[in-house]
């Protein structure tokens, strides 16, 4: 194998980029009654019976429409996390911690913060946070609801 002499570059970037989608009549019906009414839903594939967290207008794994919504729990459980120590433009001060939780009602995970762990201390959070951890949801309150998935948040439950 040959070796360079060539010193390895590296190119810096800068990305400032503003997002702007339609969220559809699923999407928007399930931000609706999150801001509204604090609830949180799903939809039921007709085919194969999965819940799909968040809503989806047709199954990923039938190619059908889902037409049912479902009411989905405010308790889960942990499927993956990660905690996040340095600060990006536009996303809350690090630490932070996001994770995908498969809530009560619900075959898929949605992402979303954890809050209420102190993660300044990394063994300790680590020893909190783990797959397989209970969470419960929490509401933003009802004057503070935008329509937003940062409506709510996790909380560990214990």
């Known amino acids: 194998m040959e070796s360079s002499a060539e010193p390895i570059r ?11 989608h339609d969220a559809g009549p699923v999407v928007s019906e399930f931000f609706r009654l999150l801001e509204e009414e604090g609830r949180i839903t ?6 194969c019976g999965r819940v799909l967290l968040p809503p989806r207008g047709f199954c990923d794994r039938c190619f059908v429409d889902t037409t049912e919504r ?13 905690v996040v120590y340095q600060t990006f433009e536009g996303l809350p001060e690090a630490p932070y911690c996001i994770a995908y939780v498969r809530l ?4 898929t995970a949605m992402l979303n913060y954890v809050r209420g762990v102190d993660l300044h201390d990394r063994q300790r959070s680590l020893e909190r946070l783990r797959v397989g951890a209970a969470v419960r949801v ?16 996790y909380e560990l439950a214990d």
């Open 10 to 20: 590296t190119v810096v970037e800068k990305w400032d980029i503003t997002y702007r």
């Open 138 to 153: 929490t509401l933003a309150p009802r004057e503070d609801r935008r329509g937003k998935v940062t409506d709510f948040w």
């Open 70 to 82: 479902v009411e989905i729990g405010h308790k889960g459980i942990i499927e993956t996390f990660t």
């Open 104 to 107: 009560e009602g619900a075959d």
């Open 42 to 47: 799903g939809r039921r594939c007709p085919e």
